[in-house]
């Protein structure tokens, strides 16, 4: 699992993208009560998933990178400004979707994302181009007329998109942006953010308690426990990373292979009459799992990685958090 | 590009200058305003008396006119700093219920529906967002008061002549300066009781409360102490001082109590107001508090200790 730390201290490695977020030993408190807790590292990925349980500080984080808290200590820096005193340039560069219901009253859809635009800095007639595009690109180009009062929860998350991204912001915060969706919602929902995200024009910051959003729409992933920064890691790096249980599929008696196996000290699982699952132990490598084949006379005619689902990597997390990075 | 694309893209065009950003806020808030058919009346109303002066100013240079009416205006009322100390007062308190209908649900609204970090979350600042919503009772107070206060005493200038004018030059800027003070005063207080009584009706009383109830209380203080200073916790006694100053009509000593027996005097009080920068200090500390409850609650988020 790849170090914050350890990413902090290299400065700018050749073939890496400039960083989004740079984290200088962030630290916030309320009231003298520690919510984050010197927060280091870099983040780089187009689509960063921001984890972590209730609590953890996720929209904290957010709030902070947005001017809304001020830092306690350290500071961080957004495409390399500094949030303490260069907020108001950072925030031309931001879109913020809120994870609580926010709107302004007696206003028409088109009307309410017109005037986000304009207070983003759009003229007005750009920024009603806009809005009608952003509304039309979230799906509310039907609806746009309406007044906002009368929308459901999941309209209103949809405007709150829209209000994100009419300014064309180079980056996006999202806090639990399918919260309140049903799952047709839900799935249109992490559909536009991967558009979003692949149309290389701005990173996403993804914040969620729900594992499955941040899979489908994140390469990378920061986890946050108690205030600290538990992991931060390339998704698809970190699920190859497990090379320890291995998926078998043979053909031949299973029952002398896995005895030798067990004789090892290796964990096995049949799962079918062909196939079983192994966990290596320290100091045993696959080649051996090839020799005790060989001995017992069994084909292996597949073998295969469990990758970790990023619950996998959740729990670890969870679980190793307290040691900190 | 058309909208059926449908695809994000980043906007490189021209933004709007910084400095003027807080005016988007009373552009939008007056769409919503003048939907209000009760506003649009009442604000059309507000001309009224700014035009009957005007028709005063022009018998008082007509002479035919006069003479086919057998009136005497000139004698009876005439244009000078006591006719336009009472155009400033009638319209302030004509401004002082147009705030009342606008004010109060201006920064409720936002608070109620959490559209706050919408706003900070952009290049827009709190002083921004507080300038702005004020902007919008200043404005429209601005159109009653001030704006054509002044082009009666242009009116008046043109008719009477340049001696008129060079000489009553200070009856323009008492017009400008005692309005701006009120609609100041009247945009803090509005926007202060909208960020902490969230209920509109509510909001309303509480800025009726904010002039009357000090007042009676003023009332009571003045009669139990025998004395004008109770005046200091009134605002429409600070307001009427600051005009009466700025229109050269101040008179520090408003009343006296004699108690006589037998042609005897046993007792005598001198009642005095409070001396004029009492009133304005006082003004200012209101607006100072109206600043800080404001700056309290104008935050993207409450921190919950």
Request: net charge positive; aromatic share 10%.
């Amino acid at each position: 699992m790849a170090s914050v730390a350890a990413a902090a201290n290299d400065p700018q490695p050749k073939g890496k993208t400039p960083s989004v977020i740079a984290l200088d030993d962030l630290s916030v408190s309320f009231g003298g009560r520690p919510i984050l807790k010197g927060l280091r590292g870099e983040l780089r990925g187009r689509a960063i998933g921001l984890l972590g349980p209730n609590g953890a500080g996720k929209t904290t984080l957010i709030h902070t990178l947005l001017g809304f808290h001020p830092p306690s200590s350290g500071t961080a820096r957004i495409f390399g400004s500094d949030i303490r005193g260069e907020a108001n340039q950072i925030r031309s560069l931001i879109g913020y979707m809120p994870e609580r219901d926010s709107f302004i009253a007696k206003m028409s859809c088109v009307h309410f994302v017109r005037f986000m635009a304009e207070l983003s800095g759009l003229p007005p007639a750009a920024a009603l181009e806009r809005a009608h595009e952003a509304l039309f690109f979230v799906g509310l180009g039907e609806a746009r007329y309406r007044n906002l009062d009368t929308f459901s929860l999941g309209m209103k998350q949809l405007a709150k998109l829209a209000q994100a991204i009419v300014h064309g912001p180079r980056l996006i915060f999202l806090d639990e942006p399918t919260n309140g969706l049903d799952p047709p919602a839900r799935q249109r929902m992490i559909k536009m953010v991967r558009e979003i995200r692949d149309s290389g024009q701005a990173d996403i910051v993804l914040s969620s308690h729900l594992l499955r959003d941040v899979e489908e729409c994140c390469e990378e992933i920061l986890i946050l426990k108690e205030g600290r920064l538990v992991v931060y890691c390339n998704l698809e790096d970190e699920r190859k990373a497990n090379k320890k249980f291995l998926m078998l599929e043979t053909r031949g008696d299973l029952k002398p292979f896995v005895t030798a196996v067990d004789s090892m000290g290796c964990e096995c699982a049949v799962t079918s009459d062909h196939r079983l699952k192994v966990i290596l132990q320290q100091g045993t490598e696959i080649r051996d799992l090839y020799r005790v084949a060989a001995e017992t006379q069994l084909q292996i005619r597949r073998l295969t990685y469990k990758r970790d689902s990023l619950e996998d990597i959740f729990l670890k997390a969870m679980e190793n958090g307290n040691a900190g990075y | 590009m058309p909208v059926i694309e449908r695809a994000y893209r980043e906007y490189q065009g021209l933004k709007s200058p910084e400095w003027s950003r807080f005016l988007i806020i009373p552009r939008h808030a007056y769409r919503d305003v003048f939907r209000s058919k009760l506003f649009t009346a009442y604000f059309a109303l507000s001309f009224i008396f700014p035009l009957l002066c005007a028709i005063l100013i022009y018998l008082h240079h007509n002479v035919n006119a006069l003479a086919i009416m057998k009136l005497n205006v000139r004698d009876v009322l005439p244009i000078d700093a006591g006719f336009f100390e009472f155009y400033v007062i009638f319209q302030g308190i004509t401004g002082f219920f147009l705030a009342m209908l606008v004010g109060p649900q201006q920064v409720s609204r936002d608070l109620t529906n959490n559209a706050l970090p919408l706003y900070l979350c952009r290049p827009f600042s709190r002083t921004e967002y507080v300038v702005g919503k004020m902007s919008i009772v200043i404005l429209l107070l601005s159109t009653i008061t001030w704006a054509p206060g002044l082009l009666l005493f242009l009116f008046q200038s043109y008719l009477e002549g340049w001696s008129w004018f060079s000489e009553n030059i200070w009856i323009a800027s008492a017009i400008f300066l005692g309005s701006l003070v009120w609609i100041l005063l009247l945009a803090l207080l509005t926007q202060a009781i909208s960020a902490w009584v969230k209920w509109s009706v509510g909001s309303r009383a509480a800025l009726l409360g904010a002039f009357f109830i000090p007042t009676v209380f003023a009332g009571i203080v003045n009669q139990v102490f025998e004395t004008r200073w109770g005046n200091i916790f009134s605002l429409y006694a600070l307001i009427s001082n600051v005009w009466a100053g700025l229109f050269g009509t101040f008179v520090r000593q408003t009343g006296q109590i004699q108690e006589s027996r037998n042609g005897q005097i046993l007792r005598e009080v001198i009642m005095t107001e409070p001396p004029l920068w009492a009133s304005w200090f006082m003004l200012f500390l209101i607006c100072a508090a109206c600043l800080w409850l404001l700056s309290r609650k104008v935050k993207a988020y409450e921190v919950v200790k």
